[in-house]
């Protein structure tokens, strides 16, 4: 586990390896008017372990969730919010990337993977990310249990299609 400081020069060299891309080249807030933004005062994005934000952060169980209101200065964004609808995944050949089950009932990049397709840039960006966060402790167990959450989502819709 790294501490504190440690961590937010991570997310630094995170934000920096992943810079200004966007998992699709074209601006996807047009296609379905912002969902994922489109916060109240209750819901909101998951924080990294120890990710610090200017947001309102409030409590979901041992996570902490930034609660945006549907607004936020772009370079302020917390680090779910620059890789969704994506997230990376450590395998025993290296990272790879896959949609965020999470978001089908919102994002339509994820609801329609098969059509899509994603940066080619970010995602070779998000891969050298994703290196660095599964080298930490606390990072891995965070992805891991999105990525879980992930898979239990793909199990309900499966449920709900039968
Ligand atoms: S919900 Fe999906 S398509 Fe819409 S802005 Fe968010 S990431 Fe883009
Ligand atoms: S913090 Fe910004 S990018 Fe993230 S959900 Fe809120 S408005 Fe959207």
Do not use: W
């Not at 169980?61 to 995944?89: D, E, M, N, W, Y």
């Amino acid at each position: 586990m790294l501490p504190q400081k440690d961590k937010r020069r991570l997310y630094r060299h995170v934000h920096r390896i992943l810079g200004t891309k966007t998992p699709l080249r074209a601006d996807c807030g047009t296609l379905c008017g912002k969902r994922c933004c489109r916060g109240d005062s209750e819901t909101g994005m998951l924080l990294f372990p120890e990710e610090k934000t200017v947001l309102h952060v409030q409590k979901n169980g041992r996570r902490q969730v930034a609660v945006c209101g549907g607004v936020c200065k772009r370079s302020t964004r917390p680090l779910s919010c620059r890789i969704f609808p994506l997230l990376p995944v450590q395998t025993a050949h290296g990272i790879r990337v896959e949609t965020d089950k999470r978001g089908l009932g919102i994002c339509p990049l994820v609801r329609h993977e098969e059509n899509v397709r994603f940066s080619e840039r970010f995602l070779h960006r998000l891969k050298k990310a994703g290196k660095l966060l599964y080298a930490d402790a606390d990072c891995r167990a965070f992805l891991e249990q999105c990525l879980a959450e992930s898979a239990q989502a793909t199990r309900i819709v499966e449920a709900f299609l039968k």
